[in-house]
């Protein structure tokens, strides 16, 4: 094999192990997040397959409308609407509506350094004004402690996966044709127009975020907790003091969640700490590592691309083998035949915190 395909084949093969491995814990379990997380790793195994055929012969047509809609397009919004279906009766919707402003925010920003960004019209606003509106139904839902906010998430993943298809099927490229990184040979992407670029910027942010403060959600709510500043999001407050603690709790978290870390760090000696805290730590940072080669591949640097993604599905495989949550039980696939026993193991902290 080439060495070049290498590291892209390895990651595909790894992905489409977890992802078929999912589907198998779906199958047994019938929980929503494991089948769109299932999902979301096959078009992640879908578009590094296409970067390992690419390095062996070239990048056709195809291959780059496949490379580009499964994992430019598809792959981190499908993973992040897994977490979001995960944590959909939790407070966790407060922290997806930041997710989706960001993500609107973002994607209006980034739009306007476009080549043709001002010829887009009012669709930047659009993106925009669906990110604020995504999270006003998030946070109502949530503050009404009901998870009907995460079909609405669902609906629009689907809704810009079938948007998706029909910009990459009748996409026309530059007149050069696809720009490659002459030291990778990933394509570019200004290599794409600025209708799926808009898009891919969308549902990578939100999924990406999603992804990644979903993560860090769990380890919080899991992990031994200090909380030398407090707040309450308990609905029946007055509008303004809600709003006072919202705000309180952005500062918050942040803090009791570092000055928790020693107390967490005894707890792993002593042998004491809840699996989820270190297998939403591995999730959160293979998230991280793979939205930082995707953001530096967005800037034209695709240097650590390749090696990001393979790095990054290694360590949120792993997490997601230490999760209970997802692998109550290791088996070979579609068999009875059980590599880890299941577990059960009782929470730290109720799942509203």
């Known amino acids: ?31 929503t997040y494991q089948l769109i997380w299932a999902i979301g790793m096959a078009f992640f195994a879908i578009a590094s397959a296409t970067e390992a055929v690419a390095a062996s012969g070239g990048w056709s047509d195809g291959l780059v409308r496949v490379w580009y809609l499964s994992g430019g397009v598809l792959a981190a919004g499908w993973l992040g609407l897994g977490t979001v279906f995960l944590l ?18 973002i994607t209006m920003a980034a739009s306007s ?14 993106y925009a004004l669906l990110g604020v509106a995504l999270a006003l139904v998030a946070g109502v839902e949530t503050y009404f402690q009901n998870g009907r906010w ?16 029909v910009l990459i099927v009748t996409a026309s490229f530059a007149p050069a044709g696809v720009v490659l990184d002459p030291r990778t040979k990933v394509p570019l992407p200004a290599s794409f127009p600025s209708s799926l670029r808009m898009l891919s910027t969308f549902m990578n942010v939100s999924g990406g975020f999603a992804l990644i403060l979903g993560a860090l959600f769990s380890t919080y709510v899991f992990m031994p907790k200090r909380r030398p500043l407090g707040y309450s999001l308990e609905a029946g407050q007055q509008g303004d003091q809600f709003l006072f603690n919202i705000v309180l709790g952005l500062i918050a978290v942040p803090v009791n969640f570092v000055v928790s870390v020693p107390g967490a ?11 989820r805290v270190p297998a939403t730590l591995l999730i959160a940072i293979g998230a991280f590592v793979i939205s930082g080669a995707d953001s530096l591949a967005g800037l034209g640097d695709t240097t650590y691309f390749q090696l990001g993604k393979l790095i990054g599905v290694v360590l949120i495989f792993a997490g997601f083998l230490v999760s209970i949550e997802v692998f109550r039980e290791i088996r070979v696939p579609f068999t009875g035949i059980v590599l880890r026993a299941a577990r059960h193991e009782p929470a730290e902290a109720g799942p509203q915190h």
């Open 1 to 31: 094999m080439n060495l070049a395909a290498l590291i892209p084949a390895t990651t595909a093969i790894l992905a489409a192990i977890f992802a078929v491995a999912l589907v198998d814990q779906w199958l047994q379990r019938r929980r």
């Open 88 to 105: 959909a009766r939790t407070r966790f919707g407060y922290g997806y509506a930041l997710c989706v402003v960001a993500a609107g925010m």
């Open 113 to 126: 350094k476009f080549p043709d960004g001002a010829t887009l019209g009012a669709a930047p606003l659009i």
């Open 150 to 165: 995460a079909r609405l998430a669902g609906l629009v993943v689907v809704a810009a996966t079938i948007v998706g298809v």
């Open 265 to 275: 760090l005894r707890a792993l000696v002593r042998g004491e700490l809840n699996s």
